[in-house]
T-cell receptor, first 115, second 112 residues
């Protein structure tokens, strides 16, 4: 089954404790992206990757890091989480760099709470 | 920059009622337009899309027409069901980094 998986689905942590949210897709997609969803704000892009070893900032990259060492994986790293990073996070992927016609497939989401 | 404005929610309807969710956009160039749906506890799924002016996207009884003159992409369904209860997001991409720009989303609740 074609899918985007994220782990963990739920995470409660404390300020300053480094964490990684994993994202993996099995569709051989070149493009992957991270979004955060906050009430009243919709989804905002954090980082994206056009292909292996190619990453760039989205609209709200502060406090986050990413890496793309393999095509299927795109982990999101919070080196020193803060309470304002409490949010619902979604990973997405699409083929051929996304573009105007290509659907982005979303993972199930990771609900992160930073105390 | 690009932006998407959705009508304020939440919306509560009775089963078989007619649904309209308004969406307008601002974008440079010629964006593609999307409606995504998020069922409780799940990720976003593409509901429908339109890639050029006057295109009509449709799926599962939902429709939306790309109106360039009014910069709108309103979502409609003639007869909603309880199973349509979800959060609906209007979005666009103008090709720059393939980023999806989302509206704030609107929660639809359909009661039997």
């Amino acid at each position: 089954e074609a899918q985007v998986t994220q782990n963990p689905r739920y995470l409660i942590t404390v300020t300053g404790k480094k964490l990684t949210v994993t994202c993996s897709q099995n569709m051989n997609h070149e493009y992957m992206s991270w979004y955060r969803q906050d009430p009243g704000l919709g989804l905002r892009q954090i980082y994206y990757s056009m292909n292996v070893e190619v990453t760039d900032k989205g609209d709200v990259p502060e406090g986050y890091k990413v890496s793309r060492k393999e095509k299927r994986n795109f982990p999101l790293i919070l080196e020193s989480p803060s309470p304002n990073q409490t949010s619902l996070y979604f990973c997405a992927s699409s083929s051929s760099g996304g573009g105007l016609n290509n659907e982005q497939f979303f993972g199930p989401g990771t609900r992160l709470t930073v105390l | 920059g690009d932006s998407v404005t959705q009508m304020e929610g939440p919306v509560t309807l009775s089963e078989e009622a007619f649904l309209t969710i308004n969406c307008t956009y601002t974008a440079t160039g010629y964006p593609s337009l999307f409606w995504y749906v998020q069922y409780p506890g799940e990720g976003l799924q593409l509901l429908l899309k339109a890639t050029k002016a006057d295109d009509k996207g449709s799926n599962k009884g939902f429709e939306a027409t790309y109106r360039k003159e009014t910069t709108s992409f309103h979502l409609e369904k003639g007869s909603v069901q309880v199973s349509d209860s979800a959060v609906y997001f209007c979005a666009l991409t103008s090709g720059a980094n393939s980023k999806l720009t989302f509206g704030k989303g609107i929660t639809l609740s359909v009661r039997p």
